[in-house]
C-alpha cells in the first residue's frame, strides 16, 4: 500500500521557519523524482520545489528561491522542506508528491501557517 505521510506544518510567525517532512512507503522511493506542493484557499496547487532521484537535481519556484530548500534521504525514504523566513504568503496546505515514468502519488497534505 503507497503512503506519502507529510508531518510538520503549524503555526509561525513571519521570519520564522518549519521543516517538513514527507515520510514514503510501498514504493521504490529512490526511483520517483519527489517534490512539494501547496494550495492556498481559493487558488491553484502550484509547485514549491522538485529533487531528483539522487537527491542533487532541485528546482524551485521563484517565490521561495533563497528561503526553502528540498532534500531527501534515500536510505529513510524521506523527503525534506526546510523552510526560512516565512511570509504571510507562504500560508498553505502543502502536499509531497512522488513521480515515476507511469505513476504519481500524493500525501495528504499538512497545514503551514505564518501569521503573527
Known amino acids: 500500500q503507497v503512503q506519502l505521510v507529510e508531518s510538520g506544518g503549524g503555526l509561525v510567525q513571519p521570519g520564522g521557519s518549519l521543516r517538513l517532512s514527507c515520510a514514503a512507503s510501498g514504493f521504490t522511493f529512490s526511483t520517483y523524482v519527489m517534490s512539494w506542493y501547496r494550495q492556498a484557499p481559493g487558488k491553484l496547487r502550484e509547485l514549491v520545489a522538485r529533487i531528483g532521484r539522487g537527491g542533487v537535481s532541485t528546482n524551485y519556484a521563484d517565490s521561495v528561491k533563497g528561503r526553502f530548500t528540498i532534500s531527501r534521504d534515500n536510505a529513510k525514504n524521506t523527503v525534506y522542506l526546510q523552510m526560512n523566513s516565512l511570509k504571510a504568503e507562504d500560508t498553505a496546505a502543502y502536499y509531497c508528491?512522488?513521480?515515476?515514468?507511469?505513476?504519481?502519488?500524493w500525501g495528504q497534505g499538512t497545514q503551514v501557517t505564518v501569521s503573527s
Open positions: 508528491k512522488a513521480t515515476s515514468w507511469d505513476y504519481e502519488y
